[in-house]
């Protein structure tokens, strides 16, 4: 368990973030507006590096590709489970205005609209946490010195 609390911190502190970040928007009335959300990705990025970086000098020569994968991984799942669940609460219980200012004409053919919305959420933070956390991972991966087979 001790190896989960660091990246458990970080995903609270990114969706605290997150979480800033959109009721910012929301002051200004931006929250509907998609493209405002790119900078989602930012965030969990910067949360996603730092708990990694944190977790490499933590470890020291003990840190793998495999332990910051997984600090990482869980560090955005964390942040998007928190982030879908407020993002849920907000629309129901906060503004229940907002889903109807979000959809088009086209969403409304749908008739759990709400569903589909915490989905694409959920889906699009998981997959920035995946893709994240591969790329970086390239840049704290540990060089193996390649051995040269006798012939």
């Known amino acids: ?5 660091l990246p458990i911190r970080f995903g609270i502190a990114t969706s605290g973030s997150l979480i800033a970040y959109f009721l910012i928007l929301s002051l200004f009335d931006l929250h ?3 493209f ?5 990705g930012v965030i969990t990025g910067f949360g996603i590096y730092e708990a990694i970086k944190y977790n490499r000098l933590e470890q020291k020569e003990n840190f793998n590709y495999g ?3 997984k600090t990482g991984i869980v560090t955005g799942f964390v942040a998007t489970i928190i982030f879908t669940i407020f993002f849920a609460f907000y629309a ?3 503004n ?3 889903l109807k200012k979000l959809s088009t004409t086209w969403f409304n ?5 709400q569903g589909i919305v915490f989905f694409t959420v959920a889906i699009m933070g998981f997959a920035t946490t995946l893709v994240l956390t591969l790329t ?5 991966k540990t060089p193996r010195k390649l051995k040269k087979n006798p012939v």
Do not use: P
Request: no cysteine; glycine share 4%.
């Open 109 to 113: 053919n749908f008739k759990n609209f």
């Open 92 to 94: 129901t219980e906060i």
């Open 32 to 34: 509907t507006n998609v």
């Open 67 to 69: 332990l910051g994968f």
């Open 1 to 5: 368990m001790k190896r989960l609390t």
């Open 36 to 40: 405002y959300s790119l900078f989602n």
């Open 96 to 98: 229940t205005e907002f």
């Open 136 to 140: 970086f991972m390239q840049l704290f």
